[in-house]
């Protein structure tokens, strides 16, 4: 049942994000520095360092990252979205 969750969890989360960088318009283009992650990226951009906010990040630049957060280093230029409404404060 968990995995079930976290299944449809994932899929929502990489469904709203290619659907914002379908319709654009990103919120910043983000240089990443030396030792940040999506969490630190994410609160900086969206005040929230929860999966739902770093995932976005994630998948609006899956290509960039090669679909892990892992492959963040500093210098990748970053698009960030802006919030699906579900997502805003």
Known sequence: MADKIKKDFRSKVA????ELVKKGPKLAE???KSGETLSDIALKY???AT?????IILEA????????????Q???KLDIPSLPA???D
């Open 15 to 18: 469904k709203v994000a290619e």
């Open 30 to 32: 983000h240089t990443v």
């Open 46 to 48: 969206y005040k929230h």
């Open 51 to 55: 999966p739902p906010y770093w995932k």
């Open 61 to 72: 630049n899956k290509e960039v990252l090669k679909g892990s957060e892992k492959n963040v």
């Open 74 to 76: 500093e210098g990748i």
């Open 86 to 88: 579900d997502l805003k």
